[in-house]
């Protein structure tokens, strides 16, 4: 079982930066396909980011030119890098699996002030 722990989010204004980490406990870690996922008040869960374990990204549209997924299997650690951050970029962020597995870490809160 996959442990995952997110850190780095905070509170920035809008077109701040904030990188965000995950650690994961599993050594098998580098042959998973990762996500990023938010959940904005009221709102689903909606998937940000993806990596594949050979290292390549797709975005949700709305963060595509904005937001970088990047991994160190060296470290089990997924990051995502989020520039020119937005109000609507306000939610709870949480790593996980690709596709996800039905456990979810705490996350990490980003709120994004105007």
Do not use: H
Not at 50 to 78: E, H, M, P, Q, W
Not at 89 to 94: F, G, H, I, K, R
């Amino acid at each position: 079982q996959v442990q995952l722990v997110e850190s780095g989010g905070g509170l920035v204004q809008v077109g701040g930066s904030l990188k965000l980490s995950c650690a994961a406990s599993a050594g098998m870690f580098r042959f998973y396909d990762m996500g990023w996922y938010r959940q904005a008040p009221g709102k689903q869960r909606q998937l940000v980011a993806t990596i594949t374990g050979d290292l390549s990204t797709k975005y949700a549209d709305s963060v595509k030119g904005r937001f970088t997924i990047s991994r160190d299997n060296a470290k089990n650690t997924l990051y995502l890098q989020m520039n020119s951050l937005k109000p609507e970029d306000t939610a709870v962020y949480y790593c996980n699996k690709f596709p996800s597995l039905p456990s979810w870490g705490q996350g990490t809160q980003v709120t994004v002030s105007s």
